[in-house]
């Protein structure tokens, strides 16, 4: 069983920047792809970035490329998101999560394929 714990959240102004960390339990975690993903309110969660077991490839979705970067230090076992220029849209609660499949190098977007989630932390943007 691995546990991924979100930190980072907050409330912050428009043009601001916050970075959620996300710490895991598992010792395979350098194995694994990881992702962010984000749920506003009355909406479906949607992804927002992931990177590669190696940090070698990274994927944006495109409200955030230029904004966001994602990146991890499996030394620590983290990984984080680097969010800049916040805007009111990035407000939701954001999640990581860990790929389902152990050394991929084609990483999808979809829930489904990430097995192992955060409980999530609060992102809000004021205007």
């Known amino acids: 069983q691995v546990q991924l714990v979100e930190s980072g959240g907050g409330l912050v102004q428009a043009g601001g920047s916050l970075r959620l960390s996300c710490a895991a339990s598992?010792?395979?975690?350098?194995?694994?792809?990881m992702g962010w993903f984000r749920q506003a309110l009355g909406k479906e969660r949607e992804f927002v970035a992931a990177?590669?077991?190696?940090?070698?490839?990274?994927y944006y979705t495109e409200s955030v490329k230029g904004r966001f970067t994602i990146s991890r230090d499996n030394r620590k076992d983290t990984v984080y998101l680097q969010m800049n220029s916040l805007k009111p849209e990035d407000t939701a609660i954001y999640y990581c999560?860990?790929?389902?499949?152990?050394?991929?190098?084609?990483?999808?977007?979809?829930?489904?394929?990430?097995?192992?989630w955060g409980q999530g932390t609060q992102v809000t943007v004021s205007s």
């Open positions: 999560a860990q790929y389902g499949t152990s050394y991929s190098t084609t990483i999808r977007r979809r829930p489904d394929d990430y097995t192992y």
């Open positions: 598992a010792r395979t975690f350098s194995a694994y792809a």
């Open positions: 990177l590669t077991w190696n940090g070698g490839n990274t």
